[in-house]
């Protein structure tokens, strides 16, 4: 600790080095814990399902084609399911396209059975199974657009569903799939539409987990063969298979973000090099004077080791106060980036590619300066 | 009363390569320096009196010979030996003062005592008594950039004597100051050598230090040639 002012002092010899240096760190680390904790929006929602007792069933032919809605006593029929919802995406747009949100309409009855984790406001529910326009809307919908409870909102219908729905808030979800969404009755949006008859897709809910897999089987069995055969799968399959999309993308970010460490560890490297060249001669006094190499060594890099800290600390807190932005108007960006959080492990991994770059930065230049003879670095040659 | 040899050089040669020439900057040179003496090597330039001070101090290594510093024999010794051995006997004065420039004087000179067993409170008392003892006391508080040419010296010295080593080594301590600075490091280190019994070995080309020092070692082109009492004006 007695050498933890020296250290210091050295690091603001030139002030606007160190800040940039630091400033420098700091952007890289930020870019890389903000890209390398997108992946975490996939572990998050799968890890919330992992132990789910829903399935999904759609078509096999894919989310374009739909389900008869016929298929529901039967799908009701099956052992071991206690409820059956079925859904359809209905997509509307709020206002303006940029107002987009996910709205889809499902059967009320069974809402509370079949997702009793979203977390619905008091009485919510009830009301929804009572009004034929009622609609539930996610806190994060309901902050973004001001909206309050009994409070009519209309969505116009575009693309599958070119009609527009009149709609009363009756409550709120807490906790729901995404931080921004809605869901209105599909009574309703079958009225509207004539009753075509049509469903995305079924949520089936199981008695218990280890049934899951057998109801799978009896439901893509007993629409085999037929002119809409089902692709049946629980619910964590299936999140995994729309997140699954996006896997390269993770993928290519984390790629970027290791990318841009390194680049900025270079950039650092650099100004360590800089900052140790300028200071050979006083390294070479220090030995003469009884300091070991090895103490300088861990001297230098002390300083290295302390900016990218600084670094860490700031790109961290950018990254965590951005997704934190992100995710009170993750609306505008889509509404899975709310879910974006750094999670423990992205924060380890930023402060260890932190300590890597003060290591890695100033190791070489310090080693060459520490190496040095003092003779040659002092010129003491008569 | 007999004094024992603070250094000892004996049958001392350190040769270097410059390219494809061998330079002979030590040729054989055997030098008794007594404790308590305050020496000046003397010489031309690249007569190889530097060549001698670095290898008093072990920051340089002789080709052949032996060199002791008090009962030490320093020749064998490895690198992180000799710092450590450097921190405890040796205090070093630069012509160019050498002091860390983001340090205050306070600073610099508890820089050799960070190295030692020694707690805040002494490092302090340490410090405090080697300004003192160059009369920079007020200052300690300031930069090297705000100090000037003579002062520097006057903390570089109170740097090397911080850690009470047993010999103080000068390189050209005057070379970079005007006659009158150069006059008062020179009675400054005379002083420390009359108070404080220090053994100052000092290499110059300032004539004045004649005045002022018991010894002085003529060497000439990597060779010493005679040791003289101090002649001119003795001690003052």
């Known amino acids: ?382 | 009363m007999v004094r024992k040899d603070a250094v000892h050089l004996d049958h001392v040669t350190r040769t270097y390569r410059r390219d494809d020439f061998e330079v002979r900057a030590l040729d054989d040179v055997t030098l008794h320096i007594s404790e308590h003496s305050f020496v000046a090597i003397m010489g031309p330039s690249g007569s190889g009196k530097t060549t001698m001070l670095n290898l008093i101090t072990g920051i340089d290594h002789p080709t052949s010979g032996s060199v002791s510093v008090g009962d030490e024999e320093i020749t064998g010794k490895n690198e992180n030996d000799l710092a450590d051995w450097r921190a405890r006997h040796i205090g070093l004065v630069f012509q160019f003062y050498n002091l860390i420039p983001v340090l205050t004087a306070f600073e610099n000179v508890e820089l050799p005592l960070l190295l030692t067993d020694l707690g805040k409170a002494e490092r302090k008392t340490h410090v405090e008594a080697a300004l003192e003892a160059v009369g920079l006391v007020e200052r300690m508080k300031h930069y090297p950039r705000q100090l000037s040419g003579g002062q520097e010296q006057r903390v570089a010295i109170a740097r090397a004597i911080a850690a009470d080593p047993t010999i103080v080594v000068a390189d050209e301590p005057t070379g970079d100051l005007d006659a009158r600075s150069a006059e008062d490091i020179l009675t400054l280190l005379a002083e420390l050598n009359q108070r404080f019994k220090k053994t100052i070995v000092m290499v110059t080309h300032d004539s004045r230090a004649e005045r002022f020092v018991d010894t002085i070692f003529r060497m000439d082109k990597g060779i010493f040639v005679r040791a003289e009492n101090s002649l001119v004006g003795g001690r003052q």
């Open chain 1, 1 to 382: 600790m007695k050498f933890a002012g020296f250290v210091l002092k050295n690091l603001f010899r030139s002030k606007r080095r160190t800040i940039l240096t630091v400033l420098s760190i700091a952007v890289s680390l930020f870019i890389f814990s903000a890209l390398v904790s997108l992946p975490t929006l996939a572990n998050h929602v799968l890890a919330d399902s992992a132990s789910s007792v829903r399935i999904a069933c759609r078509t096999k032919m894919g989310q374009a084609y739909p389900l008869p809605e016929a298929y529901k006593p039967k799908i009701a029929s099956t052992p071991h399911v206690v409820a059956v919802t079925p859904d359809n995406f209905f997509g509307g747009i709020y206002h303006e396209v940029s107002d987009q949100f996910p709205n889809i309409a499902v059967d009320p009855e069974n809402v509370d059975v079949m997702w009793p984790d979203w977390g619905f406001s008091v009485g919510g529910v009830e009301e929804f199974k009572k009004l034929r326009t009622a609609c539930l809307v996610a806190e994060g919908t309901m902050k973004r657009f001001h909206l309050n409870v009994g409070q009519q909102i209309q969505l116009r219908g575009a693309g599958y569903y070119p009609v527009n729905v009149s709609l009363t808030i009756v409550g709120t979800i807490a906790r729901g799939p995404a931080p921004s969404f809605l869901v209105f009755r599909r009574d309703y949006l079958e009225e509207i539409q004539g009753r075509p008859g049509r469903v995305d897709n079924f949520w089936v809910r199981a008695d218990n987990s280890k049934a899951v897999p057998q109801i799978i089987e009896t439901l893509n069995s007993r629409f085999a063969n037929s002119s809409a055969e089902t692709q049946c799968d629980s619910e964590a399959v299936f999140l995994g298979s729309v997140i699954g999309r996006f896997r390269t993308f993770f993928t290519l970010a984390r790629i970027l973000g290791l990318i841009v460490v390194i680049t900025i560890g270079l950039v650092a490297a650099n100004a360590a090099a800089m900052s140790i060249r300028e200071r050979r001669n006083e390294i070479a006094v220090m030995r003469s004077i009884g300091f070991r190499s090895p103490l300088i060594l861990r001297l230098l890099i002390a300083e290295s080791v302390v900016t990218a800290l600084a670094g860490c600390i700031l790109g961290c807190g950018a990254a965590f106060a951005l997704l934190k932005v992100f995710s009170v108007t993750s609306d505008v960006l889509g509404p899975f980036v709310g879910a974006i959080q750094i999670p423990p492990a992205v924060l380890l991994e930023t402060l260890l590619a932190a300590i890597l770059i003060g290591l890695l930065s100033s190791y070489v230049p310090a080693r060459s300066a520490v190496r040095r003879k003092i003779v040659d670095t002092l010129r003491m040659v008569d």
